[in-house]
C-alpha cells in the first residue's frame, strides 16, 4: 500500500514539473516583427539544401484560412516552411515557388526527441520490385560512396489550437524543432 501511495505522489509531483504554463499571449507581445528582408526575396541557403535532393526537403503547410502576426496577414495558400537564422535569431520562411513571402520568428528552438519521427512518421509501402531496386542502389552505394546520395532531412508539423485565438505551429526539421505562436484573428 506504501508503494503505491508514493508511486501516485511521485507521480503527481513529476506531472505537475513537466507541465509548463506557457503564456503565449504575452510571448506574441514580445516577438519583434522581423525588419530584415532578402534581396529578390531569394532563400539564400535553399542551394545548398537541394543540392543532394531531387525535391524539396522542406515541410509544405497548407494554410485554408488567414493566419496573422502582428501587422503581417499570411495569406491561404501552399508554403515550404524553412528556418533560417539571422543575427542570432531563427525565424520561418514561408516560401512559394523558391520566393520567400513572409518572415516570421521563432520563439522557441529545442531538439527534436530521440525517436520521434520512427514513432509519428509512417514506413513508406513499396512493391517487391521498389525493395529490390532500393536494395541493388544501396549495395552499390556500399561499395561506392561517391554513388551514394545522403538523405534528406525528415519533416513534420504541429499546430494546436490555443486560447484567445492563438495558434501555435510546431515545425520539425531534421534534428530541430521550431516554435511559433500566430493568431487566426487580428489582433
Known sequence: MKRIIVTLFCLIIGSSVLAKDVDYEQIYRDLPVPSHSYVHNIDPGEAYDTKNTAWSPYPLFRLTAPLF??????????????????????????????????????????VTPVGFYEENLPEPKMTWSQKKHLNFLKFVGER????????????????????????????????????????????
Open 69 to 110: 502576426f502582428k501587422t503581417t496577414m499570411i495569406e491561404p495558400g501552399y508554403y515550404l516552411l524553412t528556418p533560417r537564422e539571422h543575427d542570432g535569431k531563427w525565424y520561418m520562411l514561408f516560401k512559394v515557388q523558391g520566393k520567400i513571402k513572409y518572415i516570421v520568428p521563432v520563439y522557441e528552438r529545442d
Open 144 to 187: 561506392f560512396d561517391k554513388s551514394m546520395r545522403e538523405p534528406i532531412p525528415q519533416t513534420y508539423l504541429e499546430i494546436y489550437d490555443l486560447e484567445n485565438n492563438f495558434i501555435s505551429l510546431i515545425v520539425y526539421w531534421g534534428n530541430h524543432r521550431y516554435y511559433m505562436v500566430l493568431r487566426n484573428i487580428a489582433m
